[in-house]
């Protein structure tokens, strides 16, 4: 396996451009249009409570993890993703738990997501992690698909 790096997306970045681009092209290709970023991901990733890690192999993103912690308490997993060739390569499990970190020197007490319930892959990882699920969301996604919220919480200091 070639070697990898988790890199954080900042604002000025020389290849901001390139890397959004990227993204954008995997947000499409993986979530259905309704669920899709990609028209506003841009503005997404510029608000002042968000960050966004991705995963970089030989020049390429291979997967990108969002999040946000919209008061001193909590953060939020808004996305993750691997393109399809990276996945089951440790990609996911590398980025969330970077992004967990991050959230962590924010002092947060709890981090959470929503996953769809059939994607057991995706519920797997974050149980592996610690999240434990919290309750099951109807309508979520849409009028026909539920999703989990899930948490995990830290001890405050």
Known sequence: MA?????ELHRNS??????????????KRIFPKHESLAKSFEEEVKKKN?????SQIGGEVA???????????YASITKLAVKENYRRQGHGEALL???IEK??????????????PSRITAMNLYK????????LVECYYSSDRNAYRMFMDFDAD
């Open 3 to 7: 070697d990898w790096e988790i890199i």
């Open 14 to 27: 020389g290849n901001w451009g390139k890397v959004v681009e990227e993204i954008v092209r995997i947000e």
């Open 50 to 54: 968000s960050g966004l890690l991705y």
């Open 63 to 73: 997967g990108y993890v969002m999040y946000s912690w919209p008061s001193s308490l």
């Open 97 to 99: 738990k970077a992004a």
């Open 103 to 116: 959230c962590k020197t924010r002092n947060i007490h709890r981090i959470s997501l929503h996953v769809d």
């Open 128 to 135: 592996k992690l610690g999240f434990q699920v919290d309750s």
